[in-house]
């Protein structure tokens, strides 16, 4: 009889093992799917959700770089498709401490030479020039750059690209 609750004990601790051990796999897949969810949705969201249709484009990404005890902003845009850039209009960045900024440098780039489809515009700014956000206007539009206060953390490298405006 000791031998038979003996062996009932080793099977009751053999199914409990792999309950465990099952439980876990769950866990383990939901958080793997999680995280892949996660990623997937940080990878393809826009940088604005409702950008300015006057600007005729979208904000990709913006770059910002300590050049001493300046920085560089360099801002990459998308051209919305069968829409062209207004090489005429000025394109200036406002921020909350300085009234007009305007770009040091242009690129303007695409598949086909008579057809711009990404630009590139970057500006040179001072530390309180970060002190609240940021817009550009471009083609009679208005892009939000940058909408936290406050001057982000760059890290060792002095450097940091953002993909999305909350920065």
């Known amino acids: 009889m000791a031998r038979l609750f003996w062996f009932a004990a080793r099977l009751n601790a053999g199914s409990a093992s792999e309950v465990k051990r099952q439980l876990s796999r769950y866990f383990f897949g939901l958080a793997l799917l999680l995280a892949t969810g996660f990623a997937l949705w940080s990878w393809f969201r826009p940088y604005d959700w409702h950008?300015?249709?006057?600007?005729?484009?979208?904000?990709?990404?913006?770059?910002?770089?300590?050049?001493?005890?300046?920085?560089?902003?360099?801002?990459?845009?998308?051209?919305?498709?069968?829409?062209?850039?207004?090489?005429?209009?000025?394109?200036?960045?406002?921020?909350?401490?300085?009234?007009?900024?305007?770009?040091?440098?242009?690129?303007?780039?695409?598949?086909?030479?008579?057809?711009?489809?990404?630009?590139?515009?970057?500006?040179?700014?001072?530390?309180?020039?970060?002190?609240?956000?940021?817009?550009?206007?471009?083609?009679?539009?208005?892009?939000?750059i940058k909408a936290q206060t406050g001057m982000p953390k760059l890290g060792f490298s002095g450097s940091r690209t953002f993909s999305s405006n909350q920065w």
């Not at 900024?101 to 515009?121: M, Y």
């Open 51 to 144: 950008p300015d249709p006057t600007a005729r484009c979208q904000v990709v990404q913006a770059l910002v770089s300590k050049d001493r005890s300046f920085y560089w902003l360099e801002v990459r845009l998308k051209m919305n498709p069968m829409m062209i850039h207004d090489l005429e209009k000025k394109v200036i960045l406002k921020t909350s401490s300085r009234a007009k900024i305007e770009a040091a440098d242009s690129t303007f780039t695409g598949a086909d030479p008579q057809v711009v489809s990404d630009l590139w515009f970057k500006f040179w700014l001072e530390p309180a020039d970060f002190s609240g956000p940021m817009t550009l206007h471009l083609n009679d539009g208005v892009l939000l």
